[in-house]
């Protein structure tokens, strides 16, 4: 065998190829996939992917989340703002101007936080397909192992299923041929010796007591 036919079809990129042009759905939001999986047991590589696709997906809701707080705090501050500007009068002015000043420098932080969520946000659908993809290449390779272990088992069951329909059409023979024998003989005996004597030939009981024939 060369070192082609040892590579895995992983390594040969045979899976990879295939998945050019396919639209993956979430596999870890795929009910199917994970029933795929029941009493197939995952390897390294998928229970790594599968997590990462998880954290990532997670790390989206959260995002998400986090972007609506942020607007809402943004928006919170800007009315305080708008409450605390100059009303004409110079009473409580400084109060004012500091509090201006730090609901400004807040809303500069909250920025900074929304722009640095908005930036992760555009990141995560590409690092998201990527698990994805690995996630199903190393799902196929794992299912393509089972499929080739399953049709071995299959072929060996058949094979002997083939094996034990012979014998038992063999051993059926061989029943009804002692049974007729046995109807025979009894026929036989009961016409020479009469009912009385055919006792002698009852099978049920041998003289310890062991059921032959019931």
């Known amino acids: 065998m060369n070192n082609n036919q040892k590579k895995s079809k992983i390594d040969n990129g045979e899976f990879i190829k295939a998945l050019e042009d396919v639209k993956v759905p979430l596999l870890v939001l795929d009910e199917k996939w994970h029933h795929l999986f029941v009493g197939v047991e995952k390897s390294k590589a998928i229970k790594e992917w599968e997590s990462k696709e998880n954290e990532l997906l997670k790390l989206q809701g959260k995002l998400t989340t986090d972007l609506k707080d942020l607007k809402k705090l943004k928006q919170n501050l800007m009315n305080n703002i708008v409450d605390n500007m100059d009303d004409g009068t110079s009473q409580d002015e400084a109060l004012r101007q500091k509090k201006m000043t730090e609901n400004k420098r807040l809303i500069d932080e909250v920025?900074?936080?929304?722009?640095?969520?908005?930036?992760?946000?555009?990141?995560?659908?590409?690092?998201?397909?990527?698990?994805?993809?690995?996630?199903?290449?190393?799902?196929?390779?794992?299912?393509?192992?089972?499929?080739?272990?399953?049709?071995?088992?299959?072929?060996?069951?058949?094979?002997?299923?083939?094996?034990?329909?012979?014998?038992?059409?063999?051993?059926?023979?061989?029943?009804?041929?002692?049974?007729?024998?046995?109807?025979?003989?009894?026929?036989?005996?009961?016409?020479?010796?009469g009912p009385k004597a055919i006792d002698v030939f009852d099978l049920k009981y041998e003289e310890d007591g062991e059921v032959l024939d019931s």
Do not use: F
């Open 111 to 193: 920025n900074e936080k929304m722009d640095e969520a908005n930036d992760r946000l555009l990141d995560l659908p590409r690092e998201l397909e990527e698990a994805n993809r690995q996630l199903m290449i190393h799902s196929m390779d794992v299912c393509y192992k089972k499929l080739r272990q399953n049709a071995v088992e299959i072929e060996e069951i058949g094979t002997w299923i083939k094996r034990i329909r012979i014998e038992l059409k063999k051993n059926i023979i061989i029943k009804q041929t002692d049974e007729m024998k046995n109807e025979e003989i009894y026929s036989y005996m009961h016409d020479v010796l």
